[in-house]
């Protein structure tokens, strides 16, 4: 019997700074997901995309005398996680100040087609 092809999960961050206790379980579900051989895909779209900036990273806590947010997205990306940021229409990015796990800078066409094409779209 052939091995199955494994499961393609898209999840969509979308908190960012403003709700912090929010911010590590998009990545450690993400974690737990590539460590179950789904292949994870998180996208971090409005407000989450300040999280890919590695001022926000090392210094956002979801929880007081926690780690800092980096942690959790390190944790992700040695498990198999594939990271993207939205770039917003306009918008100057500053690619020195991105933290080095950002895989890569996509637009919402690209998010578009991910959601039809993954098996689960998970929204965290």
């Not at 199955?4 to 974690?31: D, K, M, N, W």
């Not at 942690?71 to 498990?79: G, L, R």
Request: aromatic share 4%; net charge negative; with cysteine.
């Amino acid at each position: 019997m052939p091995p199955s092809e494994p499961q393609r999960v898209l999840i969509l961050v979308s908190s960012g700074p403003s709700t912090p206790a929010r911010c590590a379980a998009p990545f450690h579900t993400a974690t737990l997901l590539a460590c179950m051989d789904a292949q994870v895909t998180l996208f971090l779209s409005g407000e989450a995309a300040q999280l890919a900036r590695r001022e926000v990273a090392d210094t956002l806590y979801a929880a007081p005398g926690g780690e800092p947010l980096l942690h959790f997205i390190q944790q992700a990306k040695e498990a198999g996680v594939r990271l993207l940021m939205c770039r917003a229409p306009g918008v100057v990015i500053d690619e020195q100040g991105l933290i080095a796990e950002l895989d890569e800078i996509a637009s919402g066409g690209e998010l578009a087609q991910m959601i039809l094409e993954y098996d689960r779209v998970l929204s965290l």
